[in-house]
């Protein structure tokens, strides 16, 4: 079974709107953690937030927030105030703190933002 | 500070040939990983290190890859006999203990023609 899943191939935002970025992830594990890398054309993935597991409250960073919903499994992300520059891909990643080190990505979503 | 560099950034190879790619962590990094990036999918994991151990080579798809990091720093990925399917983004990515959060490198393009 795939431990991340985005659903959202692509995805359209008009400039200065919030956009949500769908992500679920399958784990046994108590303990883990969520995040999201933003990968431009230029190919680099840069980290943009963590959510852990026993995280109570949602992260945020910026225009970025988590939306992390345990029960649901799932951790989408929400980018508010979208600028021309946030067109790029989009992973969802998962790391268990039980077993190895790596991280588990989803396939991306491409979003495009509409001047 | 200085990011993690990887070079070359392109390598194009004849099949049969063998490649090294060079990955440089920041400095201080403890963990270094290297993921394979196949065009349109997500990064997946080939293997990790711990200063010099490597402790995880489980997402190394054949004995054709090889990775090394003999001083604790600076890493080599070699793939020998490279094949067509080979052909893909090898990423580099370096973590501090401190914090869960991996750091990536631009990447090498692989082409294998």
């Known amino acids: 079974a795939q431990k991340i899943t985005q659903t959202q191939p692509g995805m359209f935002v008009q400039e200065k709107e919030a956009v949500t970025l769908d992500c679920t992830y399958d784990t046994s594990d108590q303990s883990y953690g969520l995040f999201w890398y933003k990968q431009p054309s230029s190919g680099e993935m840069i980290f943009l937030i963590y959510q852990g597991s026993y995280d109570e409250q949602n992260a945020t960073e910026g225009r970025y927030s988590l939306n992390f919903q345990k029960a649901r499994k799932s951790a989408n992300l929400v980018i508010s105030a979208s600028q021309l520059g946030d067109s790029a891909m989009y992973f969802c990643?998962?790391?268990?703190?039980?077993?190895?080190?790596?991280?588990?990505f989803g396939t991306g979503t491409r979003l495009t933002v509409i001047p | 500070g200085a990011g993690v560099s990887q070079s070359p950034r392109y390598k194009v190879a004849k099949r049969g040939q063998d490649v090294a790619l060079r990955c440089d962590p920041i400095?201080?990094?403890?963990?270094l990983f290297w993921y394979q990036q196949a065009l349109g999918q997500g990064p997946e994991f080939l293997t990790y290190f711990q200063n010099e151990a490597q402790l995880d080579k489980s997402g190394l798809p054949s004995d054709r890859f090889f990775a090394e990091r003999p001083e604790g720093s600076v890493s080599t990925l070699k793939i020998q006999r490279t094949q067509q399917e080979d052909s893909a983004v090898y990423l580099c990515?370096?973590?501090?203990?401190?914090?869960?959060?991996?750091?990536f490198g631009p990447g090498t393009r692989l082409t294998v023609t």
């Open positions: 400095s201080g990094h403890v963990s």
């Open positions: 990515a370096s973590n501090h203990l401190a914090g869960p959060e991996q750091y």
């Open positions: 990643a998962m790391r268990e703190f039980t077993g190895a080190n790596n991280l588990f």
